[in-house]
């Protein structure tokens, strides 16, 4: 299984998460990740212990449109690139959220990848704007005094190498503009 493949398997896991509680080795059952298992047990645990704050930072960028609004598909997309930007340093932010839109493109409602894409671009810019949130790019997790590694949260074992260090910034992004962004 390839890359942009696990990623459309956790997104359909995600997908039926909604509707029935289900384990993932129990979605796994008819599935061979190959090499990529430890990345969808990495990332949809991930998501799942992080569901409530990746909703919180997207609904707090999606002005005038609830995030419960959004359409199933498009908010579990959402939820998949958020994570990936903000927790997992050995996916570089343009990958995440070219993915994130070739799953619009594939699976997502007819405005959603621009909606996607603006959403997406929002949060790794914020990132961006806190440089003093030191992350490592090696995978590795972020990188402490003298090089130490923090334990990871309790949920899921991950590392919050991107999360920015306080609140969003400028313009944000709206379903109805097409995910242009507006001035507030």
Known sequence: MHRRQAREFILAALYQREFRDVSLPELLADQDPGDQLHYIERVFSGIIAHRKELDEKIGERTIGWRFERLAFIDRNILRLGTYELLYLPEVPPEVAI???????????????????????????????????????????????????????????????????????????????????????
């Open 98 to 184: 070219d993915e994130a839109v070739e799953l619009c493109k594939k699976f997502g409602t007819e405005k959603a990848q621009v909606f996607v894409n603006g959403i997406l671009d929002r949060i790794w810019k914020e990132t961006q704007a806190h440089p003093e949130a030191p992350f490592s790019d090696d995978g590795e997790g972020r990188a402490g005094a003298a090089g130490a590694q923090p334990d990871g949260c309790e949920d899921c074992g991950c590392l919050p190498e991107r999360l920015p260090l306080n609140g969003s910034i400028g313009a944000e992004t709206t379903p109805q503009d097409g995910g242009m962004e507006s001035d507030g």
